[in-house]
């Protein structure tokens, strides 16, 4: 018998919408990252594929 696979996490998708503007869809994206990521700014930072600085400067300017 072959070893069991290990299950791996659908993408996790979220639905914006485009009558918005940028900083208010990047704030979204972000929270949806951090909420994901149990609040680890890090690891929302990898996931979304920007550096952490760039995170800790959109929540410092009041974003999410």
């Known amino acids: 018998p072959s070893a069991p696979t290990p299950s791996v996490p659908a993408p996790a998708t979220l639905t914006i919408s485009l009558d918005r503007s940028l900083d208010a869809i990047v704030s979204e994206v972000i929270a949806a990252a951090l909420a994901l990521e149990g609040g680890n700014r890090t690891r929302a930072a990898e996931r979304l594929g ?5 995170v800790q400067r959109h929540l410092a300017r009041g974003g999410s």
């Open 50 to 54: 920007v550096s952490l600085r760039t």
